[in-house]
């Protein structure tokens, strides 16, 4: 693919995206389409700074983890207070408002023990779920193939086991030796489950071009369990899909909240093609260590947009373009970063990255 040198026609606004941190993005009339742009960064080989106006998500309503965790994206509005109910699993979740989001009540697990999901458990049949209803739907209305889509899974290996056994009793499990090999058994089936769901997804939505997949490993200050612990009993399920997702033309994105820089390494190990830290994590730091193995979200350094003239905006984003816009280490915008992306900081941003990459 052939892309022409930046002209400055390409800062004319030709649309605007919800923001992350609020507000109305502005959408720029780039050289390809936003999906286009997106696929070359995760194929590194970058045409500009990927910022998120360039992707969006799909949560199809008839994925019941969607509706029981109140983050539904698709053709048709969803009322968020709504939300709620019982997964794929039939654990029952319950929409929090103020937290914007889903939890299952505590207190009363789901499994005790590890070893009691042989029996407790019962698999879903995706062929159930109303597939050609939801390709009807949104083929050629939310799934326009303009943007780059990622298919969402919202409950991982850690997170499922949370669900089932409460916190403390999956953290426990995964440390305990009489429930270890039961958790791993778990886990292996749970990636049979995912890659037929990515599978599903494939054949009935043809512009899905990434899956980007939950699993929380972290609180504020720390990782949950050790990097050693993580790579014995996640990793190999993890790569498991991820293989998988890579052998169907497709990426891979993780989503793992908490403080995870130890945990990078096993990230790479599992087969991420991609991962944006929060904003307790060092990003700058951990992309200069790993950035050459999986694409990093880059926080640039943080100023007061509210107290910093125009020019002191545009000032910030050549600094970050100058550090960051590496055409052999690509990186992208972190998703938390969008309080600091002003128009000012996301024009110059752009049209310095389209020089660089272009060069």
């Known amino acids: ?22 507000g109305q993005v502005p959408i720029f009339d780039f050289p390809v389409s936003p999906r286009e742009g997106y696929r070359a960064l995760m194929e590194r080989k970058p045409i500009w700074m990927v910022t998120g106006v360039e992707s969006q998500m799909f949560t199809p309503r008839i994925i019941p983890d ?12 969803f009322d968020r207070d709504k939300g709620g109910g019982k997964d794929m699993f039939g654990i029952d979740w319950e929409y929090v408002p103020v937290a914007g989001g889903s939890m299952v009540r505590p207190g009363k697990p789901f499994l005790e023990d590890a070893n009691e999901w042989y029996d407790k458990v019962v698999w879903p049949d995706i062929d159930e779920w109303d597939w050609e209803g939801s390709a009807k739907e949104n083929n ?14 919202q409950t991982g290996w850690y997170e499922r086991l949370i669900s089932f056994m409460d916190f403390e009793g999956a953290i426990m ?4 030796e009489d429930q270890q090999d039961a958790v791993k058994d778990l886990f292996d089936h749970l990636s049979d489950l995912y890659i037929r769901m990515i599978d599903k997804y494939i054949e009935t939505f043809p512009n899905i071009d990434y899956f980007y997949m939950h699993d929380d490993w ?16 996640i990793v190999p399920a993890m790569r498991k899909v991820t293989d998988h997702i890579h052998a169907r033309g497709k990426f891979a994105e993780l989503h793992s909240c908490g403080q995870l820089m130890k945990q990078v390494p096993n990230m790479i190990e599992a087969g991420w093609d991609a ?26 350094d943080p100023y007061d947009p509210a107290a910093a003239s125009e020019e002191e905006q545009r000032q910030h984003a050549r ?10 280490k690509p990186c992208f915008v972190n998703t938390y970063a969008g309080d600091l992306l002003t128009v000012p900081f996301r024009e110059t941003l752009y049209e310095e990255s389209r020089r660089i990459f272009g060069a």
């Open 1 to 22: 693919m052939t892309i022409p040198a930046f002209d400055p026609k390409e800062l004319k606004v030709v649309g605007h995206k919800f923001g992350f941190a609020g």
């Open 66 to 77: 969607n509706v029981a965790r109140a983050l539904v994206f698709e053709a048709q509005p």
């Open 140 to 153: 050629g209305t939310y799934l326009t193939g303009r943007q780059f889509t990622s298919a969402w899974f």
């Open 173 to 176: 499990a995964m440390f305990d």
């Open 218 to 233: 972290g609180s504020q200050k720390e990782t949950f369990f050790s990097p050693a612990l993580c790579n014995e009993m």
């Open 275 to 300: 991962w944006a830290g929060q904003k307790m994590n060092d990003t700058q730091k951990i992309y200069e260590l790993y950035g050459d193995k999986i694409l990093i979200g880059v926080i640039p």
């Open 319 to 328: 600094d970050f373009a100058a550090k960051f816009c590496d055409p052999e």
